[in-house]
Each structure stands twice: as structure tokens, then as C-alpha cells.
């Protein structure tokens, strides 16, 4: 039988830092499936929600509910990010052994999995994404790309439901980031993306929300935006061609 329930839900959650009035007030939203972007100003709140939502921070009102049951103690937490991944803005937080395969690695052990079985599963996920030649590099001396991908490695060995990612193109290589476009595109999983990149949000996600005053809303099909761009010839007639 199928679970009644939203994978993640927040009902009426409310944040503020201290000394600051609330960035996240009475904030309600589901996530079970799809693909959403998350876009603002920046300091509105959009990276202070997905930590709300993967248990970093915890909600000072409201509630955080994981298939339907409320989270919240350390217990609650744990399974929460079982099924919850998080890549950081930058990957250097979330990498700290010596190698690829190490890093990779560390969750499956720390879920219980033997050494061998761990590193197969660290392999398998290399070679899911292409980065089978990766294994035995030192994971300080690669791009901030190769970082990124190698970040996004250490949550998918873990198998999870739902993906939040921040800021994921940020400082990225054009080939770095179209790799991470069809890596994300081809994931059978949801995802909540937050990017000031229109075009990648285009290509990733299905819908789109906006963080306004503390407040979730979601945007219309065809949010109107405008585009800033350079051309050698900028001040000669030229047309653009646009999908949708």
C-alpha cells in the first residue's frame, strides 16, 4: 500500500536569526515528487529553508512532518536525512577524506556497510555518472567542477528521495555544468533546485517558486524575466529564438 502522505511537508514554519526580524514565516509546502527551483533575492531566505527542510536548522513555529509523522528529535533527524540529501554552495564542506573513493564511500560505512561493499557502491555511482577514472584521485587537488560532481556522489550513494541542491552551477565550467544538467535531468528522484541561473532552472526543474518576505509563492508558467547579455555586434538588429 502507498504512503497517504507527503514525503516532506512544512506546516506554518517560522525562522529568524537572532537579533533579526523572521526571514521564513508561517511558511507552508509539500514535496513528494517532481522537480522545483527555488529563486529570490539573495538573503531572502531560500538557503535557510532547505536547511530547515534537511534538519540543519530547526524551526522556531510550525512544524517539519516526514512521511506524515512530525520530526523531532535526533532520531527523527537521522531518518529524515536518509532520505534527504543536501549539496552545500561549496563543496569543500561536504568533502574531508583523503580520496574520491574515500569520501564517496564514508556513507554507505557509516549506514553499516562493510569496507567492500562500501566502496563498490562508491564505485557504481562513479561509473553512474561517469567519473569512474576518479577513484584514487586526491579530492583537494581537483576543479571546483570536478568537486561539485564529486559532492553530488557522496548523497547519491545514499540513495535518497529527494535532492536539494544550492546554488549548483555557481563557479562552474560550461561543460562542468552541462554534464551536471544531463546528470540531474536523467535522476529519477525529486529535486529542489535554487539557482539565480534562469537557463539552467529551465532545464532542470518543472516549476518554480519564489521566496518573498518570508513567504512561499509559487510563480506562473511563464514567469516574465529579462536577460542581460554582450554581443560583439550588440548595437546591430538581432533577434533572439526561445523554446516555449
Not at 567519473?131 to 535518497?160: N, Q, W, Y
Not at 552551477?169 to 535531468?185: A, G, M
Request: hydrophobic residues 35%; contains cysteine; aromatic residues 6%.
Amino acid at each position: 500500500m502507498s504512503d497517504p502522505h507527503p514525503l516532506l511537508e512544512l506546516k506554518d514554519i517560522s525562522y529568524h536569526y537572532p537579533n533579526q526580524p523572521p526571514i521564513i514565516e508561517q511558511c507552508s509546502f509539500s514535496v513528494d515528487t517532481g522537480k522545483t527551483g527555488l529563486i529570490g533575492a539573495n538573503g531572502c531566505g531560500k538557503t535557510t529553508l532547505l536547511q530547515l527542510m534537511v534538519g540543519l536548522l530547526k524551526p522556531q513555529a510550525g512544524m517539519i512532518l516526514f512521511h506524515g509523522k512530525e520530526v523531532k528529535g535526533r532520531k527523527d533527524y537521522r531518518l529524515l536525512r536518509k532520505s534527504v540529501g543536501f549539496l552545500f554552495q561549496n563543496s569543500d564542506d561536504q568533502l574531508f577524506s583523503p580520496t574520491v573513493i574515500e569520501d564517496i564511500a564514508f556513507g554507505p560505512l557509516n549506514l553499516g556497510h562493510s569496507p567492500e561493499e562500501a566502496r563498490e557502491l562508491a564505485s557504481e555511482v562513479l561509473a553512474e555518472l561517469g567519473l569512474t577514472d576518479f577513484e584514487d584521485r586526491v579530492t583537494h587537488r581537483l576543479s571546483g567542477g570536478e568537486k561539485k560532481l564529486i559532492a553530488l556522489a557522496t548523497i547519491l550513494v545514499m540513495k535518497p528521495r529527494l535532492l536539494l541542491l544550492d546554488e549548483p552551477t555557481n563557479n562552474l565550467d560550461p561543460r562542468t555544468r552541462n554534464q551536471l544538467v544531463e546528470i540531474l535531468k536523467e535522476l529519477n528522484l525529486a529535486q529542489i533546485i535554487i539557482s539565480h541561473d534562469w537557463d539552467f532552472l529551465e532545464n532542470t526543474t518543472e516549476t518554480l517558486f519564489t521566496i518573498e518576505h518570508g513567504h512561499l509563492h509559487r510563480c506562473s508558467d511563464s514567469f516574465v524575466h529579462a536577460h542581460k547579455h554582450v554581443h560583439v555586434y550588440g548595437d546591430k538588429p538581432h533577434h533572439h529564438a526561445h523554446n516555449g
